[in-house]
Structures are given as C-alpha cells and as structure tokens.
C-alpha cells in the first residue's frame, strides 16, 4: 500500500513538472518555428538581392548558406534558451570545437578565403580562357575551394584556390580580342619591305584573322643568320590561338616560298684574311694522315 502510495506521488510529481516545463517547450517550439519561416521568406528576397548585385553564383549560394546556419544557430541558442539550458557554456564549447576544426583544415579555409577572393575581384570569369603556371584551358567552374579548368587536350584540370592567387595568371579573354606573335626570319639579302607585302597577304587569306585590328609585320632583331620579323594577328577567340598560330606558320612559309624569298638555317660563315707560313703545308699533312 505505501509502495502505491509513493507511486502515485512520484507520478503526480513528474506530471506537476511537465505541465510547468510545457510553456517553456511550447514557447522553444514556437520560437524554433518562427526562425524556420522567416529563413523561407526571406531566402528569396536575399537571393533576388544579390543576383541585382551581379554576384558570381558560387557567392550567392554562400552568402545564403551562411545566412540560413546564422538563422539556424539562433533558433537553436534561443530555444535551448527558453528550455534552461545553459546557452553561455554550450557556446564556448562550440568555440573551441571551432577552433580545433580550424586548425585541422587551415588549407581548406586558406582555399576557401582564396575562393571568396577570387569570386570578388574577378580576374576571370566563367568560358574565360587562362594560362596559370603550365596550365591553360577555359574555366569551366569556379567553387569556393578550387577552380576547374577544360584544356585544349579535353582534360579536366582542378586547380586549388589558393594556387590561383600565388602564381602568375594570364586571361587570354578578359578584353576580346587576342593577338598572336609569330616569328619569322629571312636572309640578309631579302626585302623587309617585300616580305611584309607577302607575309601580310598571306594572313588576310585566312578566315580566322580579324581585318580590325590590322595585321603587322615588325622586325624584331638583326641575329646571327637572319633578319628576325614578327607576324602580328589577331583572332576574335582566344580558345582559337594555338589552331592559327599553326596556320599562320604554315601560311607565312609557303607565302615566302612562292616568293622566292629565303627562310635561312642557322650557320656560320668563316672568313681568312690572312695564313702564316706553313699552315697550309701542315694542314695537307694532317689530311694525308687521315
């Protein structure tokens, strides 16, 4: 009878506590709800915000996302909150936790950082073309940690953020149109004059080579076995750059055949003004050894 009795009591004690604790809960409920909704509608207002801003997609997407954790977090601190619970000390283990993950991936964050960097300052966008140390291909995404890259080989590069930003880079797309630097040489005795005329008719033939800006043909320096020119052309598409190069090569060289003009081979022209006594006599000697 008193086992029942203490029962009863311990039962009536727990349903005492309950009913006093229910508001709390209802209240951390409700709270936890609200941020919910407002997270919804207020998602599509900040996403419409920042498309007006002209912000790359990667950083939108982030921008939300952080927007919907910050929301998240409250919701949680503040209904925890309502139900007692000591919010002060759970954040500072949150804290620590944080700073121990940070710790443990300081690349990624570095990358991360880069990301965000690169995403704001812009040195190239989406369908650019660029060269980053031995790499050069058309971006094909650019992520908050690294950006990929499709090469002219149909290869698919992943590049590190942070590798962007500590090396040299080169956007061949930022401003249109790109200019295409071929080297030809021809003999001392050649015309410059005649072989711009040729080497530039040569190149307007070709369907790929922009009338505006006009071709060029420059010369470069006087080396050694031949009169160093360059060919200047420009292309509306740097994904195009390596397939005219190769043209205008080929171009410029049959151009210059058909002309007669000499494309010279490295060589080395030996002048004797004057032999002592005996030299040759010794240099016959040498031979009729041989």
């Not at 005649?194 to 008719?201: C, E, G, H």
């Not at 598409?237 to 060289?253: G, M, P, R, T």
Request: aromatic residues 6%.
């Amino acid at each position: 009878m008193l086992e029942s009795l203490q029962s009863l009591f311990n039962v009536q004690a727990l349903l005492t506590a309950i009913l006093a604790w229910l508001p709390n809960l209802i209240t951390a409920l409700l709270i936890f709800i609200a941020f919910r909704v407002a997270i919804h509608l207020l998602s599509p207002h900040l996403e419409r915000a920042f498309q007006r801003m002209q912000l790359e997609a990667a950083i939108t997407g982030m921008m939300l996302s952080l927007f919907r954790t910050v929301m998240l977090v409250l919701a949680v601190v503040m209904s925890l909150g309502q139900l007692g619970v000591d919010v002060a000390a759970a954040l500072a283990g949150i804290g620590v936790l944080g700073l121990s993950i940070g710790f443990a991936a300081q690349d990624s964050l570095s990358n991360v950082i880069a990301g965000f960097l690169i995403l704001m300052d812009k040195p190239f966008t989406t369908n650019d073309w660029i060269t980053v140390g031995d790499q050069k291909g058309r971006v094909v995404e650019i992520s908050m940690r690294t950006t990929r890259l499709r090469t002219r080989s149909n290869t698919y590069v992943i590049i590190p953020n942070k590798t962007l930003l500590d090396q040299v880079l080169v956007n061949h797309s930022r401003h249109g149109a790109t200019r295409i630097e071929v080297p030809v040489g021809i003999a001392y005795k050649e015309s410059i004059s005649n072989a711009r005329a040729v080497l530039l008719a040569a190149v307007a033939k070709l369907p790929d080579v922009l009338t505006e800006p006009a071709a060029r043909v420059d010369v470069l320096s006087l080396d050694d076995s031949a009169v160093s020119l360059e060919v200047e052309v420009w292309i509306a598409n740097a994904e195009d750059e390596e397939d005219i190069s190769a043209a205008v090569v080929e171009v410029c060289k049959l151009a210059l055949d058909e002309a007669g003009i000499q494309i010279p081979f490295p060589h080395l022209q030996l002048f004797v003004d004057a032999v002592e006594a005996g030299v040759w006599d010794q240099a016959r000697r040498l031979v009729g050894k041989a």
